[in-house]
């Protein structure tokens, strides 16, 4: 008779947890290997299919910065977080290699106080248009970003940021809402949500990188480089971190 260790109450392992339901390691492999290659594809098909929409909302998001402009972004998830990083790109810098200004940019995803009271005591569809009305003026840019081009609140917002003069931006994949109202919609050739996230991070680094470029030059930071005279863009020489230059900025 065998002394059952882990007491008269111990249950057997779950079938779940059981060896002979884990995949093989080929078989897992493989999978790893499917992922990427597929992501890669559908970021490839990118490059031809969302190339000039990129370069029109690169443009976009620069003239309104060279004009005092601002840029607000929104989504939801994974998309939100999305909205985070890249507003810290732009607040921050994409490198260390290109010093340059500030430039302006807000994440509405941010503030849980606002968040969470507005959606309790009006309804979650309206947490980024209430923001919108706030705190958009003519000549900014919403940048709304969903992976289905259909997110309600998305779609309030950009309705909201219409209404209130300001150009609108949306990152999505293939169909859905989205593509018809903004002034320019980039959609990633892709309805599987993961790999078109994966590529919306790819697509939202370029931005960065060219609106730096059509504003600053090629090589603004460099020995000789000097700051564009643009009112209510450029408020002061660009600030190296003092105490991190050398590192990398970190996400």
Do not use: W
């Not at 499917?34 to 190339?51: G, I």
């Not at 507003?87 to 010093?99: I, M, P, Y």
């Not at 009271?117 to 919108?132: E, L, T």
């Amino acid at each position: 008779m065998e002394t059952n260790i882990h007491g008269a109450d111990a249950q057997p392992a779950s079938p779940a947890l059981s060896v002979h339901t884990v995949p093989a390691g080929g078989a897992l492999q493989q999978r790893v290997r499917d992922h990427l290659q597929q992501s890669a594809q559908v970021t490839m098909a990118a490059v031809a299919r969302c190339q000039d929409d990129i370069m029109a909302a690169a443009h976009i998001i620069a003239g309104a910065m060279r004009s005092g402009g601002k840029l607000l972004l929104c989504g939801n998830g994974g998309s939100a977080a999305d909205c985070q990083h890249l507003a810290t790109e732009f607040v921050s810098r994409l490198t260390k290699d290109f010093k340059r200004p500030d430039l302006a940019a807000i994440a509405l995803t941010t503030d849980t106080s606002f968040l969470t009271a507005f959606a309790n005591d009006c309804g979650f569809a309206g947490i980024f248009q209430r923001q919108v009305e706030a705190l958009g003026r003519p000549g900014d840019v919403l940048l709304g970003v969903s992976t289905s081009g259909s997110s309600n609140n998305v779609v309030l917002a950009v309705e909201a940021a219409t209404a209130q003069g300001m150009q609108t931006i949306t990152l999505c994949g293939e169909g859905g809402k989205l593509a018809g109202m903004s002034t320019r919609n980039i959609a990633v050739p892709s309805r599987y949500t993961p790999h078109i996230q994966e590529t919306h991070l790819a697509i939202e680094h370029v931005l960065c990188d060219v609106v730096e470029r059509l504003l600053f030059g090629q090589s603004f930071g460099e020995p000789g480089s000097r700051i564009p005279e643009t009112p209510g863009l450029c408020r002061a020489v660009p600030m190296a971190c003092p105490a991190n230059d050398s590192e990398e900025t970190e996400q």
